[in-house]
């Protein structure tokens, strides 16, 4: 395909999901891959399955509601509890300085809460 994708879940009990297009791909010595990508659409779980060891699923496309601004101030609490959980990991995955700054180059900085 011009522009491959895939769908990725937060764990396999979410319900919710987005659909990623791959922007760059590199196949690294160790057989693992590093990749960037881009959220594209978002889905909702209807049934889970497996293929070849894969997760797999029938979904539904979610459109984006477009007076979502207004959900800024509601959502402030669970952006701020997000924000403190990946402080969290952020911290045992990279508890040095130069860790910190790969797992940034990785991931991106952090959104702000």
């Known amino acids: 395909s011009e522009h491959p994708q895939f ?7 979410s319900e919710y999901g987005t659909m990623l297009r791959i922007l760059e791909y590199d ?6 891959s590093a990749i960037k ?13 497996q293929k070849d060891g894969y997760a797999t699923g029938r979904v ?5 509601n477009k007076g979502s601004e207004a959900l800024g ?6 952006v701020a509890l997000l924000a403190e959980k ?3 990991v952020v911290e045992q995955i990279a508890p040095s300085e ?9 991931l991106g900085p952090r ?3």
Not at 7 to 13: A, E, F, K, T
């Open 27 to 32: 196949q690294l010595v160790d057989g693992r």
């Open 7 to 13: 769908g990725m879940c937060l764990s396999p009990d």
């Open 86 to 88: 990946i402080d969290r």
């Open 37 to 49: 990508t881009i959220g594209t659409r978002r889905f909702r779980v209807l049934e889970w399955g």
């Open 111 to 113: 959104p702000e809460a």
């Open 73 to 78: 101030a509601s959502a402030a609490p669970a």
């Open 98 to 106: 130069a860790a910190f700054e790969r797992a940034q180059q990785q």
């Open 60 to 64: 539904a496309w979610v459109e984006d």
